[in-house]
Antibody
């Protein structure tokens, strides 16, 4: 069974940093692109960042470009999101998601359980 | 960026009703569209991919159609467990944008 388990969320002050991790299991991690999607309280879904299976390509939403960095360690089956210069508007549940098929940028399945990031003074 | 516009934003329906949700892309995306269901407090779940392919394990009362800019998600006979929020997403071009969501509520 494919599983994605996020960790690293918490409360941070504006301007601070946080690093999210996502431990993957049940599939060949290096074969699949991965993404982060977030959902602010009571709001809709927002794609944040994506990375190819080999980590040679990364993409970020304009709202986080220059502040967030997606990366992965295929030897440890782990996805990361380094978040710097955090803003109040970054407060959200962050989901780790896997591309639905290998070798491309596909739909998201499955989704992790989510990690809450709260940016507040 | 490609804008995804869902309508309606909410719909009230009864068990057994046929429900149709539409999603319009601001430019053509071929069939690179997915639909997700999210129940309150739960993780989003994939229902439909490539506009009309039913994800394994999803009941056949769910169906998707469309290509280019106009897409629909149809629930042929609404069941109690289908009350949720539904999102479309385009996967043709980065950023991979979502629609604003459609909340299906009990009438």
């Amino acid at each position: 069974e494919m599983q994605l388990l996020e960790s690293g969320g918490g409360l941070v002050q504006p301007g601070g940093s946080l690093r999210l991790s996502c431990a993957a299991s049940g599939f060949t991690f290096s074969n699949y692109a991965m993404s982060w999607v977030r959902q602010a309280p009571g709001k809709g879904l927002e794609w944040v960042s994506a990375i190819s299976g080999s980590a040679d390509k990364t993409y970020h939403a304009d709202s986080v470009k220059g502040r967030f960095t997606i990366s992965r360690d295929n030897s440890k089956n782990t996805l990361f999101l380094q978040m710097n210069s955090l803003r109040v508007e970054d407060t959200a549940v962050y989901y780790c998601v896997k591309a639905g098929q290998s070798s491309g940028w596909y739909w998201f399945d499955p989704w992790g359980q989510g990690s809450l990031v709260t940016v507040s003074s | 960026d490609i804008q995804m516009t869902q309508s309606p934003s909410s719909v009230s329906a009864s068990v057994g009703d046929r429900v149709t949700i539409t999603c319009r892309a601001s430019q053509g995306i071929n069939s690179w569209l997915a639909w997700y269901q999210q129940k309150p407090g739960k993780v989003p779940k994939l229902l439909i991919y490539t506009a009309s392919s039913l994800q394994s394990g999803v009941p056949s009362r769910f169906s998707g159609s469309g290509s280019g800019t106009d897409f629909t998600l149809t629930i042929s006979s609404l069941q109690p467990e289908d009350f949720a929020t539904y999102y479309c997403q385009q996967l043709k071009i980065f950023p991979l944008t979502f629609g604003g969501g459609t909340k299906v509520e009990i009438k």
